[in-house]
């Protein structure tokens, strides 16, 4: 169940870990890491902790993913998925809340694997998913707002709305300088040349930006003069705080949405990995992973982290392909924070803004957008719904409310799809065409055939069927092309069961698959109706009705004789 891919391949593999395979882990390591500090500096300063815990997040979840991890090359760290609920539990419960929830929520991915959940969240539907990580690239892109434009509000209200308020109430604080920069920036980042990979447009846009206020001493605020020193929230000492029954159990959603998120974000992340390396992940193995890296950045004061798609890409298009990559891009992030820490503080707070517009921009999936009319109605429905949760409620509603209606409208396709057939041919497949119209014209007996699941909705209205009939002694219920029964399936028969046996009748099974079968024995069915009211075919069944008429008019002369 837990099988970590760097130990796995170290034992069954180690001629794989080559001097030139080692190398080419590492360099793409160090590029993941240029591309990892200015995202994790943002992604600490969009979710209301100082910059320095997304570089804490980055070293030790980064290094824990890929230590313990089920993938090969998966890159994990802080990402923009958390920004929305990582900000909404600082406001409402502080550090120490953050802290309590992303360990919660290291137990609970733990929980997920060990329970073997890592096939089941990839059966989330993309609506859900589509949704929230759509809604949350406009919140995460209205959070920057206040740094690029440079309106200097020092508290920004949680809510999407009350943000905008305020955004708009302050709109005559524009700082020009540094508008100007950050228009700037982005024209920059737009424009920069992919050759230039191994140098990647964030940091050259940090860099270039940070040496030009210096430079020119421009009046635009950077993390010094908005956070001041920084170095002390930097410490590599665990810090795990006291905790209480009445916190966890008020946190117990945000960190359930936080395990759901970062198990969601990370299996995808590692599906797409797979796709471009050809080779498969253990998805259980990776949940059990992201848990220990979400308690490991918990105990060191860091925030949520999971596998991080874009950084994961870009150690595959680097030439990474085992696990070393990533342990090396943690490194080099612990090495560059360690050394230039004094130069980290001077980087403009509107460059990490525009590095944030672009990360909100790659998340919205406008194609979606675009497709709403093609697709299903419920679909529709469901990605919009979790949006406009997201967007201007809560991620936690979102993502329960949008799993909620998923399971509705996916329990009425279900009904939908099941149909009940009474008359057609179809039903009679497999009789001698000559036959058909004698079978149909038995009387006293009704054949029924279920196509589909045999779930709720189809069950109920198969009752509703039984229900209406009148002078009926058998009834024969063909279920070749039922795969599977739930327990609303079963009740249904056995409550058709009981109507039979109260009117005289008889119910005969013909064709039933392994899974319903394994049901109804469960259930003790097999006994209750008894081993000879179920046919392997339809001719036996017919004949298995006959007989019962045959016996029930003999058994109603002999009565009627006896009762003269």
Not at 120 to 130: L, S
Not at 259 to 273: P, T
Not at 435 to 462: D, H, Q, R, W
Request: contains cysteine.
């Amino acid at each position: 169940m837990f099988k970590p891919k760097l130990f796995t391949l170290l034992k069954n593999n180690p001629k794989e870990f080559t001097t030139n395979r080692i190398i080419t882990d590492i360099n793409a390591g160090l590029i993941v890491a240029f591309i990892a500090i200015p995202l994790s500096i943002a992604f600490g300063i969009a979710s209301g902790v100082m910059p320095g815990k997304g570089l804490i997040t980055a070293v030790i979840a980064g290094f824990l993913i890929s230590f313990f991890g089920g993938s090969r090359v998966q890159i994990g760290g802080p990402t923009g998925a958390f920004v929305v609920i990582v900000y909404g539990i600082i406001q409402n419960y502080g550090t120490r809340g953050l802290i309590t929830a992303t360990a919660m929520a290291g137990i609970f991915l733990i929980l997920m694997g060990l329970f073997k959940f890592g096939k089941i969240i990839r059966y989330i539907p993309d609506p859900i998913t589509i949704g929230f990580t759509s809604g949350i690239a406009v919140v995460l892109f209205s959070t920057q707002i206040n740094d690029f434009l440079g309106l200097g509000i020092a508290s920004i209200p949680h809510r999407f709305v009350d943000k905008w308020i305020i955004y708009l109430k302050n709109i005559n604080q524009i700082t020009f300088q540094t508008l100007g920069l950050g228009i700037s920036i982005l024209l920059f980042m737009r424009f920069y040349p992919k050759k230039f990979k191994f140098f990647p447009a964030p940091l050259a846009a940090l860099i270039i930006s940070t040496l030009i206020v210096k430079l020119f001493n421009l009046n635009i605020e950077t993390i010094y003069s908005h956070f001041g020193d920084i170095t002390g929230s930097m410490s590599f000492s665990p810090q795990m705080p006291t905790l209480s029954f009445e916190l966890v159990g008020k946190l117990f959603q945000p960190a359930l949405t936080i395990a759901i998120l970062a198990g969601i974000e990370s299996l995808l992340s590692a599906v797409v990995a797979d796709g471009m390396i050809g080779k498969k992940h253990r998805s259980n193995t990776e949940l059990i992973a992201q848990g220990i890296a979400n308690i490991g950045s918990a105990a060191f004061g860091g925030i949520p982290a999971t596998g991080a798609i874009a950084r994961t890409a870009a150690n595959i298009n680097n030439g990474g392909r085992t696990p070393i990559a990533g342990i090396a891009h943690a490194i080099f992030i612990l090495i560059i924070l360690l050394a230039f820490i004094n130069y980290i503080v001077l980087i403009p707070m509107v460059t990490l803004a525009v590095i944030l517009f672009t990360v909100a921009y790659r998340m919205m999936d406008f194609e979606a957008f675009k497709e709403l009319l093609k697709a299903p109605l419920s679909d529709s429905i469901i990605m919009l719904t979790t949006f406009v949760l997201t967007v201007f409620v809560d991620l936690v509603y979102a993502i329960e409310i949008g799993m909620v209606l998923a399971a509705f409208l996916f329990m009425k396709r279900m009904a939908d799809i099941a149909n009940i057939d009474t008359s057609s041919g179809d039903a009679y497949e497999g009789i001698d065409e000559d036959e058909i119209e004698n079978k149909k014209n038995m009387k006293g007996v009704v054949l029924y055939e279920i196509n589909g699941p045999f779930f709720f909705g189809a069950a109920s209205t198969f009752v509703e069927y039984i229900e209406k009939l009148k002078d009926c002694k058998v009834i024969i219920l063909r279920m070749r092309k039922v795969p599977a029964m739930d327990a609303t399936g079963y009740h249904a028969l056995y409550k058709i069961y009981r109507k039979c046996a109260a009117t005289n009748s008889c119910l005969i099974l013909c064709q039933i698959q392994k899974q319903p079968l394994k049901v109804l024995k469960n259930y003790g069915f097999i006994n209750i109706l008894g081993r000879s009211n179920f046919a392997m075919n339809l001719d036996t069944a017919f004949r298995k009705a006959q007989e019962y008429i045959t016996d029930l008019e003999e058994y109603n002369k002999t009565f009627n004789i006896k009762k003269r």
